[in-house]
């Protein structure tokens, strides 16, 4: 399992990195939306995908799973969440005043 997560994770990655070279606003933030998201699997990767209960003392179980990668990944979405918002209404605002999602345009290099 760890190893088809490896590759969806880099899958994420480069898709990230793809979306986020290019000139349109809107796909770069949706390649820092997957970006993030490639960041997640890639902490819960990393943690360990094991089978268990839940960290309770009054359960006998032989193997317990560790809550705190969990903890972490659920603040980073939620962290990403708001960052995500941010730019889309940043980028909305942009397009407002600007009239174009053309990252050159916008810089009057075009």
């Given amino acids: 399992m760890e190893i088809f997560m490896s590759v969806l994770i880099g899958f994420l990655f480069a898709s990230a990195v793809y979306l986020m070279l290019s000139k349109s606003l809107l796909r770069i933030i949706i390649g820092t939306g997957l970006l993030s998201h490639g960041a997640h699997l890639m902490l819960l990767t990393m943690a360990g995908l094991k089978k268990g209960t839940v960290p309770l003392l009054g359960e006998q179980a032989k193997a317990y799973t560790d809550p705190i990668p969990q903890a972490l990944i659920l603040t980073a979405i939620v962290i990403s969440f708001g ?19 053309n990252i050159d345009e916008m810089r009057g290099t075009e």
Avoid: K
């Fill in 83 to 101: 960052v995500t918002a941010f730019f889309l209404v940043l980028a909305y605002r942009a397009y407002q005043e600007l009239g174009t999602d």
